[in-house]
Structures are given as C-alpha cells and as structure tokens.
C-alpha cells in the first residue's frame, strides 16, 4: 500500500511539472551539470540481450568518477555470460533520490539502484529485494542489513577519507604527514608551506570547495562528519543521536569551528567560493595546492592529469587532542528493485563482481577501492587506497555517522552554512549558532 501510495503521489507532481513545463523543447540531463557525468537513453535502458536473459540489466550508479571502470566490467561481463549490463551513473551534484523518485513515478525504475545509508534506507526500503542468501553476503561486514537483519545493500567499496596530501610537496617543505595528527600540527604545517608558497609552485596550501549547490556533499557531509565520529569507536553513536534529537555539542562544534575557518582561510578562495569538484581536484592533481579535502575515490582520477607524485591521508585532525585515525566505511550500496523483471539476473551479476577473480580486479584495481570482502585476493596499487589500507589494517578508522543523517539535511539546511562561513559572512559563533539551528529546524520539520 505504501509503495503503492508514493508512486501515485510521485507520479501526480510530476504530471503537473510536466504540464506546467510543456512549452519547452529541452531535455534536463539525469546526470546534472558534471560535464562527464553518464546518462543512458531511453532506448538504451529497454535494450534486449541476445544471449542472456532476454532483457538488459539496468544499473544506476552513484559514483562518476568509476564509470568507465564499471562500463568495460560489464562489456566483459557481457562477453562471458551474454548479459547485457546497462550502467547509469549520476555524480557531480546531481539529486540522484530526486531522479530514482522520477524514475519509479513514470515506471522507469533501474534494476539496482544506488543508496546512501540510513537515511535513504528509508526511503527506499519498500523496494528493496531481500539479498542475504548470496553467496558474496556471508564474506563481508559491511553489507547494508535492515532492521529484521536482512542484507539489503550490496557493498561494493570501503572508502576513506580526511585530508590528502601531496607527499612531494610536504617533503619539501619539511613537513611530516605523520605529524598531522591534531589542530596545532596542522596549524604549523599551514603557516610553513603558506610561506613557501612562491619556492614550492602553489596557488594555495589547500584545496576546497563549498559552494552549496553542488559541493554540500563534500563539507556538510563528509567534512562535518568527522565533527560527528571523529576520534570516537566505530560504535559511538553520540553525535548522530544528538544530531536526530536536533541538538549539537557547541563545545565539539566550536572546535570543528576553528579547524573549519582555518581550512577555509588557507585555501585558494575562488575554487572555495565558486568552484565545482573538478575545479577542486584539478588544483591539487596538478601540483598547486598541498591538501585536498577529498579521499582514496580520486585515485582514479589522477592519471587523466598526468599526477605522478606521492600522496596520502591525513585525519583531518581538529581537536587539540591526538586524533590518529581517518573516516572510513561504505560510500553507499546497491540495492535490486523488488519489483523488477530481472532479480535472479541482478542476484548473479552481483555475486560475480563480488566473488570472481574479473571482478576483484575490477573493484580493486580498476576502480582503485578497497573490497569490502574476506576472500578478494586483489590487493590495492593506487597510493590513496594503499595509504587508506594502512589505516584499515591498523584498526584506526571512525564510522561514516554522517550517512545516518536525515535524508537531504547536507543538500537543504547545512550546506549553505558551510558556504556563508566560507565566505565570510557569518563568524565562528555564527557557524555555531546558525549550523545548530538549521539541524533543529530541519529535525522538527
């Protein structure tokens, strides 16, 4: 009845977007405005295979930058099984909940789907086919379970992430990223390379965007989700619980304040105030920033700009006290529509990516991630999986809490704030004041 129930709703607000729309001739992009995002058309979702089931899987994928890794896995995969895999990637700011809610209204729904955590968890969790018989879920920890204990998600990755460095360019400043373990260190090692700037070739010391409309995934979720778990067990929940009672620790808070105002302060301030993420990754990859406020999911990334130099992770560090671990888990899960026409077919194409040697090779090395299985023998090459690695092994990583949010707080409340603090026009008291009562507002709402 539920499920049901949103697809009527979902499908009367779009017929009356549609009507009020009906005098332009233009098609939006499903992809939003990252130039290398990759959408299928309509011809190529209802494809038919000749040598497989009959009739192409369809999967929509949320991270653009392994797309073309995961296109030459399917053709692969396709060579050996005859299933076609369609793959449909949304990336670069694009509201993937906002498409796959259009997609499910006009009966367009992927055959897997991509989901975030907790909070699209519940959105979606009536369309959502029960997994935990596949073989690849009783070889990983970090498969999605809903609250029976039913395996939901389909990991495909363990990300990581803090703030990256360009080792080359520490090493010349006489910078140890070892050393980058609380606020003053990092404070130091700031102060330092600003003064080489000129000696060293940098634009900024860092690189970091936070302009609302596209990047509120990197600051409202990813930077302020060391403000949540940062320096806690991976099991502490007590900021994300304050969080969902619509409350924060203005102690904690201001001194992620700080840390946040001096990451800000030191970067390059057009791509802070107005730049997108390739303008973000474009700074640091070609050599004129030291840091970058990404994680291992650039690996791939970096040979399209030519970046031969060392690099690694730091914890972005913003306590007085040591903080020597990084944020890693599960960047997000696919799931397999329940209602479609294609479940066994979906169920094989993922236990292969998980289980056969092809598709190891293509989650590791291709895609350049950490699998998120015991039994992969591939072992990562790309220098931020390795450098993620080290941390995983050494036990010293904090849970993604910020995935635990509620659905569409970074997009719609929290990461304006960020941009107003990056801009200046709200102080270190303002931060707090205003970050806390947007989470409030937001919460009661």
Known sequence: MKKRLLAVLLSAVLTAVSLTGCASSSTPSTAGSNSNNSSTTENDKTGSDSKGTGKAIRLVNGKIEIDNQLKAFAAAYKERTGQEVIIESLGGGADINGTLKGYLATNNMPDIFVFGGEGDYQTWKDYMADLSSEAWASQTDFGFKDSAG???GFPYAVEGYGITYNADILKKAGVDPKSLINYDAYKAAFEKIDSMKEELGL?????VAAEAGQMYWSTANHIFGYYLSAGLKRDDKTYIDMLKEGKVDEQRLGQFADFTKMLFSYSDQNVLISGTYDDQLALWAQGKAAFITQGNWIDPSLPSYNATFDCGIAPLAFTKEDMPGILADCPSWWAVYNDGKNIDACKAFLNDLATSAEGQKALVKDCGMISPYKTCKEIPETPLAVSLKSYIDAGNTYAWQWAKMPEGIASNATGVVF???????????????MLGQAI?????K
């Open 150 to 152: 039913k395996t939901v």
């Open 419 to 433: 941009e107003l603090y990056a801009k200046g026009d709200i102080d270190k008291d303002g931060f707090v004041k």
């Open 203 to 207: 634009t900024a010391v860092c690189s």
């Open 440 to 444: 409030a507002d937001y919460v009661k």
